[in-house]
């Protein structure tokens, strides 16, 4: 009887986390964004960016070759002069009016001051493609 109770109780929990476990917020994709661009990790930068469907191979690519090529280079800066990150936390989203855009501003706090400034705000534009947030930098 034990035995029951207890794989019911994985069920449930089960269904529970994969019921919680939708789509992300545009919240969610912009905090997570911005992390992956201040820890250098470009294909999962690039991964999250709205691209022309028509196009995508090939601005894949090039927004991969450009973000390796500043990327490291940015963190290398931040970790040495501001100490690295502390913390990335975004605000609300703002939406129009149709729902299928968004902008979040997301604030990056620092270890130490960086630039005169303990943190800095970095606006992140959203497009919902098929039930899933895209990062747009268009």
């Not at 690039?46 to 090529?69: C, H, I, P, Q, R």
């Not at 913390?87 to 009016?97: G, H, M, P, T, Y």
Request: net charge negative; aromatic share 6%.
């Amino acid at each position: 009887m034990t035995d029951f109770k207890s794989l019911l109780a994985i069920i449930a929990c089960s269904i529970m986390l994969f019921a919680c476990g939708g789509a992300k917020s545009p919240e969610d994709v912009a905090t997570e964004f911005i992390t992956n661009i201040y820890d250098a990790k470009t294909d999962d930068a690039v991964s999250m960016l709205y691209l022309d469907e028509g196009k995508e191979a090939d601005e894949k690519d090039m927004m991969t070759k450009k973000f390796n090529g500043m990327l490291p280079q940015q963190k290398k800066v931040i970790d040495e002069q501001a100490g690295g990150v502390k913390d990335i936390k975004a605000s609300e989203a703002k939406l129009n009016d149709k729902k299928d855009e968004a902008s979040v501003d997301v604030t990056v706090t620092f270890n130490k001051e960086f630039k005169g400034q303990s943190s800095k705000v970095e606006s992140v534009k959203l497009k919902k493609v098929k039930d899933t947030w895209k990062v747009s930098i268009l």
